[in-house]
Structure formats: structure tokens, C-alpha cells
């Protein structure tokens, strides 16, 4: 019996000690647990950091191309009008008032432009902003005065207006501001409707956390985030908008890691330019600075109180407050962020309802810049690939400075569009789907002013400028006419306008006929181009060689190849638009080969010089036939083929040019120019099939459109030393007297003047009492020695 007892009382003093064997395996397991979820964290939250570190501190966003249009450079005794100035500013977003009051605003008068210049930071140089005072008469700028320096200017640079980017994959888009730079009240307005504790918690708020919970049970669904603009920042930076509970949860440690990480100020500044405004298009815009343009045409430090409450307002929901599309829903949400503003004292009374007072005022429309320039962007990007990568033009936000003129760019648009309506309103079926294209330079620089790729003008297609390949008809012949001029002819030589017939490899007789179906037998060089003779052209092609004529094309700034046919004389060569700017640029430059650009300079974001295309140029011909073929593409204008443009132009403008129609009417061209623009016309159809119309029915009207919005300068012409002029006879091309019937003034190389004249009387001299009288025989031998 004891023995038994015994073993009982051991037992129950056993039992403890496997109760506190089983709750120090708890512990201990808690122990483990709790080191394991700390581990955990810690790798959680050096993992997060690493993450926001990567992100924040490196390239936060892939940058698109921003492309710039020249700068409108103005000078006293420059030929711009009020009128023009207006359309500039217009293009920049300037505001029409009646008292200037800051940056960016102007006001007009008959003859006098008050304007406050917002200043630009070129890459040579800051152009500050400024109060001018521009005055103008006879269609030019008389004075520019700078009322708050208090002295005349000699030369001010307007900012120049962004055309377009080259935009990243992800199709976002946004214009960088710092935080100093903001507009008064955004900063303001933006903390009081999204995150009034903002400078208070460490990057996430517990009592928003649980204002959001209980919304959320009580509707049994996520319908409120609670989330600090922090969170947000995170959420747009590195997450998606899924209102799930992992990314929530992921989005705690990261917005506690940026929080701790970075100055308040940083996230605030990141988040103006991160948080998503708007759609244009295919293209998201992200950021305060980019949004303040797209839906106000202006830069965000413009922006007055009514506009700052609109886009804070947007925030909440870019698309259910559109105002475009829902502008009574954005009114109201915006007047509520005002009142907010005036509720928390950061605005008076009187200022919240002259705020509310305002209508929204946003554009309507919804491009991104003010103007449209898909063909001439088209050319910056192809000419920019030539040099850098896809992936670094539309990511690291490079300044790209170009030649485009807006308004060349809009005269040349209009001209187009309104010139082919019209055309085929006239024509009706016969003229079918008719389309256009235009290249405009500047023929003392060479840069590309403005280039239209179609009918369309605002939209991106087919870029007929720089693809469509034409035969190019009668646009050959200043060439055939330059080599002969190289050759030893003269203006005055006599070609023969006559039947010719060549038998081709293939056994079938070629034999070119004149426009009008006649022969004009003896005519001078001179007449034969300015109408355009065929068969005068055909036959002095091949007295002096295709080799010749090949060779004067390659000068002038032809690189594809070039087929060796007769046909080449009547322009069977197909080319593009722009390939045939290039020719004619090298004529319009004195015999100056300038190749065509159209970027002027790549820059960094930042300013830093990457790329410079400076002026060149390469002497292709000699000064002297240069000024003898240009005299005769003048003649075109005077007597020729284009006279009629001079019915709607200044006969001054003494323009030099040449129509070109090829076989069949299947292509309208012209290409001429003047003291400052060169400008190439084609107009056709697509389907290649004939035009109702030559060029001077096509192509002309167009050209002389834009020229008579453009108002350019004269063509002047310099003459070589060794140019003399003679009078000559129009049908010998010999010698001849201004008395005479007939005559005309034409320059001459030195040298190569005709010896043998005409004699219409002019040498008769009446006989005196001494002097016999000349004999016809006598007058004719002294005209040979004049």
C-alpha cells in the first residue's frame, strides 16, 4: 500500500512540470514566429526602400522629346504686321487684354502692340521676360521699347512654341514644374481636398485608414481608400489603381520607406508632376504642368485662382469631371474646392466668389499644342534617327530647336486645302480624290520652313512631301538649259522647236510633242524654257549629252539614281517633293549646295548642348550660268508659262520658277522662289490617274496662294562682274537697239556676246554737206565690229 502511494504522489507532481513544458513551446514558438515576421519586415522593408530609392532618386519618369518651332526673332524695320504678331502670340497661348498686367498677356491698337514676354531659356543665352512696347507703320516694325528698362530694344526673341514630342511606349506625357515655380493656391488647394495632414503623418494616415474602413463595411465593398497623396504617389509610381487588399498592404511599407526617406516637399513636388489629369487622345497627361496646358492653353504659373480649383478638382476623377464632356459636374466639384479654400482661410470672400463667378474657360479643343504639324514632324524624326535611338528620343526628355515657321506652316495649310476644294468643286468627278504637297525653305539658309504631306493637313497619314516619288515633267529643264549655259550656249542662242523621233531599245519610235501640238521652229534659248518648249528641250538635251545634263542634276543636289533615257529631258524621273526642294534650293542659293534641315539643335532637359546643324554650304555651279538660268525661270513669270501668278501678285516680288506637268496630266507641279521662301507645289491623285488640269491649273494657284499670304521679299539677283547685257533681237538672237521692234535686254557671260546685229535704221546717219551717205552694206560692217 505505501509503495502505491508513493508512485501516486510522484505522478501529480509530474503533471506541472508538462504544463509548463507545453507553454514554453509556445513561447518559444511565439519567440520564433516573432523573430521570423520581424525578419520578415525588415526584408520587406529593405526590399520597399530599395524599390522607392530606385525609382525616386533615378529617372522617374521616361521623358518624351519635347520638338520647338523657331522662335519669331523682332527688330526695327522687321516687315511684320500687327495682324501677324497676333496670329504668333495666338499660336503661344497669349492672352487678349485690355491693361497688361503680367506674362504672357497683350494688347492691341491700330498701329501700337503692348505685350508682357514670358522669357525662354535658349541654349545660347536666358531671353528675360519683358514689357514692350512694339509700334508699327507701312507693314513694319518702327520701334521696340522696353518700358521697365525704359529703353529701346534692337532685338527681342519670343519664346518658341512647342509643335509636338516624340512620346515613350506608355503614351504618358507630362511637363516637369518644381514646387517654387507652382501657381499660388495649388499647393494649397491640393493639400485641403486630399490631404490636410499632410505635413503632420509619416506618410500614412491611421484616422484616414479608419474613416475609410468603416465606409467600406458599410457598403461592403471598397469605395474609399483612405490614402495620403503619399500612398497615391506610390500607388502611380510603382503599383496598380486595383483597389485590392495585397496592394494596399504593399503600399503601407512603401509610402512609410518614402516618407522616411525623403523631404516632404520632394514627395509633394513629385506628385504635381506624377498624378494623372487627362487624356489626349492616345497620349495620358500626367502632372499640374502639362494639364495646365492642355486644358488652358497656357503655362501653370498663369494660372489664376478658378483654373488652379478646376484641375485640383480633376483629381479625383479625370474622366467623371472632364470638362469638356461634363462641364456642370466639373463647375460644381471645382466651386467646391474654393469654398474649401475659403473655409480654411486661404482665400477671402470676395475672392471665392469672383472665383466661382468664372466660367471654366477650358479649350475646346483637345490637342495637346495649339497647332498641328504631323508632315514636318515627320521630317524632324526621320532626320533625328539618323543620329540617336529610338528609346533616347522618347524617354530622356531632349530640346529639339527646329526651322518651322507657324506661320509659313498655317499659309501653306490653307493654301493647300482651300486651293484643291475649290478645285475640285470645278472639276467635280474628273478631278477625283486630288491631293497636294508642299515643301517651303528659306533659300538663304536652307532650312525648311514648312512642309504639308497631304490635303488633310492636321493628321498624320501618307507624308506625300517625303514619300510620294513623281515623275517630275517639265521641272527637269532648268537643268538641261544650266548645262547648255556650262556648255557655251547663251540666252540668245537659237534651238530648234521641231519634230524629233528616236527609235527605243524595244523598237518603238519616240517623238515628243508641245503642249499646244505645234512646232515653233528658231526660238531663242531664253523662250524655249519660259514655255516650255518639249521639243526645243529634247533637242538641245542631246546636242549637249544626257551625261551633261545627269551631271548638272547631281550638282544641283539629285542622289538617287537616274535612268540615262531621252525621256529624262521631258522629266520621266520620278522624285519626291522635298528631293526637288533640294534642287531648286541650290538654284534660289546662287549655285550655293545647302542641304535641307529642318533642327536647328538637340539639347539635353537640362539645357546642355548634344547636337548642332550649322549652316553649310558647297559651291555646285559658277556664279555666272547660275545668274543666267535664274534670269530665265524669272522670264516664266514675266512671259511664260506662270504669268498669270503675277495677276494676284506684286509684280516687284520678281519671283524666278518653273511649271512642270508630266505625261498624260498625271502631275501639277511648281516650284519657284523669291528674295526670302522657296516653295514646292505638287498636286495629283493618289491612283496616278490623269488631272482635268496642267500645273498652271494646279499646282500655280496653290503656290501663289501662299505667296500671297506670305508677302515675301523680292528677288533680287547679284551680278558677277564678268556679266554684261546686250540688246537683242527676239527671232535672230542677234544684236540689236532698244529702237528697234522686237528687242529685248538679256545678260551675257563676257565673251560669249552674239558679233553679228540686225539693222532696222538705226545706224543711218542723215548725209551732209561733207559726209557721203553709208551705204546698207557699210551700216551692216559696222555692226559686225559694235
Given at each position: 500500500m505505501p509503495k502505491k502511494r508513493v508512485q501516486k504522489s510522484q505522478s501529480r507532481r509530474r503533471q506541472p512540470q508538462k504544463r509548463r513544458s507545453i507553454t514554453g513551446y509556445l513561447l518559444g514558438l511565439l519567440l520564433k514566429l516573432g523573430l521570423l515576421f520581424v525578419v520578415f519586415c525588415a526584408v520587406l522593408l529593405i526590399y520597399v526602400d530599395g524599390q522607392v530609392r530606385e525609382k525616386f532618386e533615378g529617372k522617374r519618369w521616361e521623358l518624351p522629346a519635347k520638338v520647338y518651332a523657331r522662335p519669331l526673332e523682332m527688330y526695327a524695320g522687321q516687315g511684320l504686321s500687327p495682324e501677324q504678331l497676333r496670329q504668333e502670340l495666338g499660336l503661344l497661348g497669349y492672352r487678349t487684354v485690355s491693361s497688361v498686367t503680367g506674362p504672357g498677356s497683350v494688347e492691341?491698337?491700330?498701329?501700337?502692340?503692348?505685350?508682357?514676354?514670358?522669357?525662354?531659356?535658349?541654349?545660347?543665352?536666358?531671353?528675360?521676360?519683358?514689357?514692350?512696347?512694339?509700334?508699327?507703320?507701312?507693314?513694319?516694325?518702327?520701334?521696340?521699347h522696353d518700358e521697365l528698362q525704359q529703353q529701346d530694344v534692337a532685338l527681342v526673341r519670343l519664346e518658341p512654341a512647342l509643335i509636338g514630342g516624340i512620346y515613350p511606349r506608355s503614351n504618358e506625357d507630362r511637363d516637369l514644374i518644381r514646387l517654387q515655380d507652382a501657381p499660388p493656391y495649388l499647393k494649397d488647394a491640393l493639400l485641403v481636398v486630399e490631404d490636410r495632414e499632410f505635413y503632420q503623418h509619416h506618410g500614412v494616415s491611421p484616422k484616414g485608414m479608419l474613416r475609410a474602413a468603416v465606409v467600406n463595411a458599410r457598403a461592403g465593398r471598397f469605395v474609399q481608400g483612405g490614402s495620403t497623396l503619399t500612398q497615391q504617389?506610390?500607388?502611380?509610381?510603382?503599383?496598380?489603381?486595383?483597389r485590392t487588399l495585397s496592394r494596399k498592404l504593399l503600399e503601407l511599407p512603401m509610402a512609410l520607406a518614402m516618407d522616411f526617406r525623403y523631404d516632404k516637399d520632394e514627395i509633394l513636388e513629385a506628385y504635381l508632376n506624377e498624378v494623372y489629369l487627362g487624356q489626349s487622345g492616345i497620349r495620358?497627361?500626367?502632372?499640374?504642368?502639362?494639364?495646365?496646358?492642355f486644358y488652358f492653353g497656357r503655362p501653370a504659373s498663369e494660372l489664376e485662382l478658378h483654373q488652379v480649383a478646376l484641375l485640383v478638382a480633376l483629381v479625383k476623377g479625370p474622366s467623371f469631371y472632364d470638362p469638356r464632356r461634363n462641364p456642370e459636374r466639373a463647375q460644381a466639384r471645382r466651386d467646391l474646392v474654393i469654398n474649401l479654400l475659403a473655409e480654411h482661410g486661404y482665400i477671402s470672400a470676395g475672392e471665392r466668389d469672383a472665383a466661382v463667378a468664372e466660367p471654366l474657360g477650358v479649350r475646346q479643343?483637345?490637342?495637346?499644342?495649339?497647332?498641328?504639324?504631323?508632315?514636318?514632324?515627320?521630317?524632324?524624326?526621320?532626320?533625328?534617327?539618323?543620329?540617336?535611338?529610338?528609346?533616347?528620343?522618347?524617354?530622356?526628355?531632349?530640346?529639339?530647336?527646329?526651322?518651322l515657321d507657324p506661320l509659313a506652316q498655317s499659309h501653306a495649310d490653307a493654301s493647300i486645302s482651300n486651293v484643291l476644294n475649290e478645285l475640285?468643286?470645278?472639276?467635280?468627278?474628273?478631278?477625283?480624290?486630288?491631293?497636294?504637297?508642299?515643301?517651303?525653305?528659306?533659300?538663304?539658309?536652307?532650312?525648311?520652313?514648312?512642309?504639308?504631306?497631304?490635303?488633310?493637313?492636321?493628321?498624320?497619314?501618307?507624308?506625300?512631301?517625303?514619300?510620294?516619288?513623281?515623275?517630275?515633267?517639265?521641272?527637269?529643264?532648268?537643268?538641261?538649259?544650266?548645262?547648255?549655259?556650262?556648255?557655251?550656249?547663251?540666252?540668245?542662242?537659237?534651238?530648234?522647236?521641231?519634230?524629233?523621233?528616236?527609235?527605243?531599245?524595244?523598237?518603238?519610235?519616240?517623238?515628243?510633242?508641245n503642249f499646244d501640238r505645234q512646232s515653233h521652229g528658231d526660238v531663242l534659248l531664253i523662250t524655249a524654257l519660259a514655255r516650255s518648249f518639249n521639243q526645243s528641250s529634247v533637242n538641245l538635251g542631246l546636242e549637249i549629252g544626257l551625261s551633261k545634263v545627269i551631271d548638272v542634276l547631281r550638282r544641283l543636289g539629285v542622289e538617287r539614281n537616274i535612268q540615262a533615257l531621252p525621256s529624262l529631258m521631258l522629266g520621266a524621273q520620278e522624285m519626291t517633293p522635298l528631293e526637288i526642294a533640294e534642287v531648286y534650293q541650290t538654284l534660289a542659293a546662287d549655285g550655293f549646295r545647302m542641304p535641307l534641315r529642318s533642327i536647328r539643335m538637340v539639347t539635353t532637359a537640362e539645357g546642355e548642348e548634344l547636337s548642332r546643324y550649322p549652316f553649310q554650304l558647297r559651291q555646285q555651279v559658277a556664279a555666272e550660268p547660275i545668274y543666267l538660268i535664274r534670269h530665265a525661270m524669272q522670264e516664266v513669270g514675266r512671259s511664260g508659262t506662270a504669268r498669270s501668278a503675277y495677276q494676284q501678285l506684286p509684280s516687284e516680288l520678281n519671283f524666278a520658277g518653273k511649271t512642270g506637268t508630266s505625261n498624260d496630266q498625271r502631275d501639277s507641279w511648281f516650284a519657284g522662289f523669291t528674295g526670302n521662301r522657296l516653295a514646292v507645289v505638287w498636286v495629283g491623285r493618289d491612283?496616278?490617274?490623269?488631272?482635268?488640269?496642267?500645273?498652271?491649273?494646279?499646282?500655280?494657284?496653290?503656290?501663289?496662294?501662299?505667296?500671297?499670304?506670305?508677302?515675301?521679299?523680292?528677288?533680287?539677283?547679284?551680278?558677277?562682274?564678268?556679266?554684261?547685257?546686250?540688246?537683242?533681237?527676239?527671232?535672230?538672237?542677234?544684236?540689236?537697239?532698244?529702237?528697234?521692234?522686237?528687242?529685248?535686254?538679256?545678260?551675257?557671260?563676257?565673251?560669249?556676246?552674239?558679233?553679228?546685229?540686225?539693222?532696222?535704221?538705226?545706224?543711218?546717219?542723215?548725209?551732209?554737206?561733207?559726209?557721203?551717205?553709208?551705204?546698207?552694206s557699210g551700216g551692216w560692217f559696222r555692226n559686225l565690229f559694235r
Open positions: 492691341f491698337a491700330s498701329a501700337r502692340v503692348r505685350v508682357m514676354t514670358r522669357g525662354f531659356a535658349f541654349p545660347d543665352e536666358v531671353e528675360p521676360s519683358r514689357r514692350l512696347l512694339i509700334e508699327f507703320g507701312n507693314g513694319r516694325i518702327q520701334r521696340i504617389l506610390i500607388k502611380n509610381f510603382y503599383l496598380t489603381s486595383d495620358a497627361v500626367h502632372g499640374f504642368g502639362l494639364a495646365s496646358q479643343s483637345r490637342r495637346m499644342h495649339t497647332g498641328s504639324y504631323p508632315a514636318y514632324l515627320d521630317l524632324v524624326k526621320r532626320q533625328l534617327l539618323k543620329e540617336y535611338r529610338d528609346e533616347d528620343l522618347s524617354t530622356e526628355g531632349l530640346l529639339i530647336y527646329t526651322s475640285q468643286s470645278r472639276h467635280g468627278e474628273r478631278a477625283g480624290e486630288l491631293q497636294g504637297a508642299m515643301v517651303v525653305t528659306d533659300p538663304r539658309t536652307g532650312e525648311v520652313l514648312a512642309l504639308v504631306g497631304g490635303k488633310e493637313t492636321q493628321f498624320e497619314g501618307f507624308n506625300r512631301a517625303l514619300d510620294a516619288r513623281r515623275a517630275v515633267g517639265s521641272l527637269i529643264k532648268p537643268a538641261i538649259f544650266l548645262a547648255a549655259i556650262e556648255q557655251g550656249y547663251t540666252l540668245a542662242s537659237i534651238v530648234r522647236d521641231e519634230p524629233v523621233e528616236l527609235r527605243l531599245p524595244n523598237g518603238d519610235i519616240w517623238s515628243p510633242q491612283d496616278n490617274r490623269p488631272l482635268p488640269f496642267t500645273s498652271t491649273g494646279g499646282a500655280l494657284p496653290v503656290w501663289t496662294a501662299f505667296m500671297r499670304q506670305e508677302k515675301p521679299e523680292p528677288l533680287v539677283s547679284r551680278r558677277p562682274a564678268s556679266i554684261t547685257t546686250q540688246w537683242i533681237d527676239e527671232r535672230s538672237g542677234r544684236l540689236s537697239d532698244p529702237i528697234c521692234e522686237g528687242s529685248r535686254q538679256l545678260p551675257f557671260i563676257q565673251g560669249t556676246e552674239p558679233v553679228a546685229s540686225v539693222d532696222c535704221g538705226q545706224f543711218s546717219v542723215r548725209p551732209g554737206p561733207s559726209a557721203p551717205e553709208e551705204t546698207e
